[in-house]
T-cell receptor, first 113, second 117 residues
Framework: GDSVTQMEGPVTLSEEAFLTINCTYT??????LFWYVQYPGEGLQLLLKATKADDKGSNKGFEATYRKETTSFHLEKGSVQVSDSAVYFC????????????FGKGTLLTVNP | DAGITQSPRHKVTETGTPVTLRCHQT?????MYWYRQDPGHGLRLIHY???????DKGEVSDGYSVSRSKTEDFLLTLESATSSQTSVYFCAISVSRQAPGGNYGYTFGSGTRLTVV
């Protein structure tokens, strides 16, 4: 089945710093890839997605590019804000997982003013 | 908005008691899922449903059962709660009303925080 590995946290940054959260995947076939964000006390929200190789997903200043050659989908943001403090989950879905979403373990991001 | 409602939002129960969590959706989505979230484990799939009375196990199904007698409701039951089932439980639906996920992923409810004492 599918598996997703993302960098261990927690990650602590100062406001306006550059953010990278690494994510790699293992899947049968060609998965769709997602980043979800969970703000404190809330459920998961879709942040961005990419459905095929070389696609770039983007939203709220965050970006991630689907790299088939390195099986990666790293999340980046050029200038983080305090309001970006949350847990970020990388996820994949493919026929190999019977189209069930498979998550990484999550990365806690804290942004200090 | 897919209109997913989970109830209760919080519950404290005693070891050995049965507990039922409810997920309700208002837009006739065929595929529904139950996940649990635990520190260091991310989200793990418990059970899922692909239609009325059609359910299947996920990766952590032991100790849990589900039922789906109506399209809009997907119930998760802890048959005899244990402390290891203390967790946050999330219901999700496939964004596509009839397909199991694919390009669009899932929409999640707000979660139920369950504590077993």
């Amino acid at each position: 089945g599918d598996s997703v590995t993302q960098m261990e946290g927690p990650v602590t940054l100062s406001e306006e710093a550059f953010l990278t959260i690494n994510c790699t995947y293992t899947a049968t076939g060609y998965p769709s890839l997602f980043w979800y964000v969970q703000y404190p006390g809330e459920g998961l929200q879709l942040l961005l997605k990419a459905t095929k190789a070389d696609d770039k997903g983007s939203n709220k200043g965050f970006e991630a590019t689907y790299r088939k050659e390195t099986t990666s989908f790293h999340l980046e943001k050029g200038s983080v804000q305090v309001s970006d403090s949350a847990v970020y989950f990388c996820a994949s879905i493919s026929g190999g997982s019977n189209y069930k979403l498979t998550f990484g373990k999550g990365t806690l991001l804290t942004v200090n003013p | 908005d897919a209109g997913i409602t989970q109830s209760p939002r919080h519950k404290v129960t005693e070891t050995g008691t049965p507990v039922t969590l409810r997920c309700h959706q208002t837009e006739n989505h065929r595929y529904m899922y139950w996940y649990r979230q635990d520190p260091g484990h991310g989200l793990r799939l418990i059970h899922y449903s692909y239609g009325v009375k059609d359910t299947d196990k996920g990766e952590v199904s032991d100790g849990y059962s589900v039922s789906r007698s109506k399209t809009e409701d997907f119930l998760l039951t802890l048959e005899s709660a244990t402390s290891s089932q203390t967790s946050v439980y999330f219901c999700a639906i496939s964004v596509s009303r009839q397909a199991p996920g694919g390009n669009y992923g899932y929409t999640f409810g707000s979660g139920t925080r369950l504590t077993v004492v």
